[in-house]
């Protein structure tokens, strides 16, 4: 078996019953069980007690337990933390919020289960691949690059954390703080710091424990960053194929059976080839078709700004404060702060770019859409479909894109707004 066998043995759709059997939609219902966040009981599948009651709300418990007492770490340390450890600080407090606002605006939204319901049931590409041959073509690309990328997103979370976690371990290493009496009035060395009941910076069993504590926190978070970025950009990814399918069948819209060429007078036309009666049936259900269509991925769209727009809005904040600590963090330019600082940067800033990027994707593509309906021949169609024709073209003006709160399309510009205002604030900050 090659590898594009394996990677891809389901792209057929040979055994394939619903999109749930795809791998890259395994992967993505696996990490969300772990967080409580696959629509369990809307897909209809069996609930175990625990993801019914109160797996959701340990998990916020979590959190909530975890930014104070970072919060109180800080208040008591902070003469004894130097800049790096600050900023460190800060970074992870933000992050713990980031992670509460995405339990309470997911987790435990209605509105969020139930539009990876309607994902998963009704406007997967799934559901359209049978409608032509392009549609078949462009629902087996998309396969491949939400798989591709779920892959790419999962291990991308694995390796960070083990990184994140690692890295501090390492140094403990080479400092020798393992060996007996190595610690020598220094400390442990953490990925996190919260004020813990008991002694984690210089006793070795309560480093031990406390460690345990911040893999589990860091795969924690990592799942909750990412694998709702994942499943965002699935549907994103889904939405671009549904308007390519869609700009399709609006290009190869029938035209009139005649072969009789247009009478042109300077360039204008001034008499076509006119549809015949039948034909003037099959264009008036085709036109309906094609704008209850795009009527159902508008709809899917305002349904997913709704679900995501708070998470969006709160993440779209959280690069704008943390992206210049951590430039602020990586400018220290030591050892210790590059090995820390900059693979975190690169995956945060990382994220950024591909979510925003992922996101533009469908206002371009919609963005076709306008030129598409012109391009349906109007001139031979009758009174009555040029004016469904005219209300389906005003309604193709605006581009399609997912709003932040209804507040700021996500896309290109606005990240492109967050990295210019993170450089200046970091040399507003680094001039100080």
């Not at 709300?57 to 930014?67: D, N, S």
């Not at 710091?193 to 406390?210: C, M, Q, S």
């Not at 036309?269 to 099959?282: D, G, I, N, R, S």
């Not at 492109?416 to 205002?421: F, Y």
């Amino acid at each position: 078996m090659t590898l594009k066998d394996m990677l891809f043995k389901d792209e057929d759709g040979e055994g394939v019953k619903s999109p749930c059997d795809y791998i890259h939609i395994k992967i993505l219902r696996f990490t969300l069980l772990f967080i409580s966040s696959w629509p369990m009981k809307e897909l209809g599948e069996p609930q175990p007690y625990y993801q019914k009651t109160f797996l959701k709300y340990v998990y916020l418990f979590i959190t909530v337990i975890g930014i104070i007492a970072a919060y109180q770490f800080v208040v008591l340390h902070f003469r004894e933390l130097n800049f790096m450890e600050l900023g460190h600080m800060y970074i992870m407090i933000m992050m713990n919020a980031v992670n509460i606002s995405r339990i309470v605006t997911l987790s435990f939204s209605t509105k969020y289960h139930n539009v990876a319901k309607e994902f998963l049931t009704t406007i997967h590409l799934f559901y359209f691949k049978e409608r032509s041959e392009f549609a078949m073509k462009t629902h087996k690309m998309v396969h491949r690059l939400s798989h591709l990328f779920s892959l790419f997103l999962f291990w991308q979370m694995v390796v960070g954390v083990c990184f994140f976690n690692l890295i501090p371990m390492y140094n403990n290493l080479s400092a020798g703080r393992y060996k007996k009496g190595g610690l020598q009035n220094s400390t442990f060395e953490h990925a996190l710091y919260y004020e813990y009941p008991f002694n984690f910076l210089t006793d070795v069993k309560g480093y031990i424990v406390a460690n345990l504590i911040h893999w589990c926190l860091s795969f924690l978070s990592a799942t909750w960053f990412c694998m709702f970025d994942l499943i965002l950009s699935l549907m994103v990814f889904t939405l671009w194929g549904h308007f390519k399918i869609l700009i399709n069948s609006l290009n190869e819209f029938p035209r009139p059976a005649s072969n009789s060429k247009h009478i042109l007078e300077n360039g204008f036309v001034v008499q076509a080839e006119k549809y015949t009666k039948e034909e003037l049936l099959q264009v008036t259900e085709k036109l309906k078709e094609c704008i209850q269509y795009h009527l159902k991925l508008v709809q899917f769209t305002d349904t997913m700004s709704d679900a995501f727009g708070p998470m969006l809005f709160i993440y779209y904040a959280f690069h704008q404060a943390s992206g210049c600590l951590l430039l602020l963090e990586c400018s220290e330019m030591t050892a210790a702060a590059l090995m820390r600082y900059v693979p975190l940067t690169i995956i945060l800033f990382q994220q950024l770019i591909q979510l925003s990027v992922i996101f533009e994707l469908v206002g371009s593509e919609s963005g076709k859409l306008k030129d598409a309906v012109y391009g349906v021949p109007w001139e031979s169609m009758d009174v009555p479909n040029r004016r469904i024709l005219s209300i389906f073209l005003m309604n193709a003006q605006e581009p399609v894109h997912i709003k932040a709160l209804g507040l700021a399309n996500v896309g290109v510009t606005s990240m492109a707004a967050i990295l210019k205002t993170s450089m200046s604030y970091f040399t507003f900050l680094r001039s100080m």
